[in-house]
């Protein structure tokens, strides 16, 4: 029985090695497929839809939060960028909570907030005055990689991709390319 269990062991962890190894693949796979500049990332799992009407950029308490699962995601994904490899030159998030959290929970190094990342959803931050500072960065990019927590609709308006808590999609802002990922 005892050899049983330490062969059940080695399997599953090889398993997971396995499964993490097939993650950084996808994700170096997708940014050098295009080129990519850019890695968006959808905050992780934070149950709900929208904020409350007592919304408050600078209260957590007001705010959709990422749960249990969403801390766990968080952690995995970041977790799986990590031992790909790739590396960032500037690591930028929304300053709604959710994707503040997200972002510390990466663990990938220094971050700042940045506003055109911002949900324009339910109307809590201009949407245009958001993507026109967004468009403005991302034109002012190089060939380093940024990675960038967000929104979903803030992805979806640049990427044309709609996607899930946790999810990923890698971006040329020259020309333009996207390539949306999970790495669960």
Wanted: charged share 15%; with cysteine.
């Amino acid at each position: 029985m005892r050899n049983f269990l330490i062969a059940l062991l080695i399997s599953l962890s090889t398993q997971a090695v396995a499964n993490n190894d097939i993650a950084n693949h996808k994700l170096v796979e997708a940014v050098e497929a295009i080129n990519a500049n850019v890695i968006f990332m959808r905050h992780a799992l934070a149950p709900g839809y929208g904020d409350p009407e007592y919304f408050n950029v600078a209260d957590c308490s007001t705010q959709r939060n990422l749960n249990d699962m969403g801390r766990t995601q968080a952690k995995s994904i970041g977790t799986a960028v990590l031992n790909s490899g790739l590396e960032f030159e500037e690591i930028l998030s929304s300053q709604w909570c959710r994707c503040t959290q997200t972002t510390e929970l990466l663990n990938l190094g220094r971050w700042s907030t940045f506003g055109g990342l911002n949900s324009f959803f339910q109307g809590h931050t201009n949407k245009q005055a958001s993507l026109d500072l967004l468009h403005k960065k991302l034109a002012s990019l190089g060939r380093g990689l940024t990675l960038m927590v967000t929104h979903q609709v803030v992805i979806s308006a640049i990427t044309n991709h709609v996607v899930a808590s946790g999810d990923l999609v890698a971006y040329n802002s020259t020309t333009l390319a996207a390539q949306a990922l999970t790495l669960e």
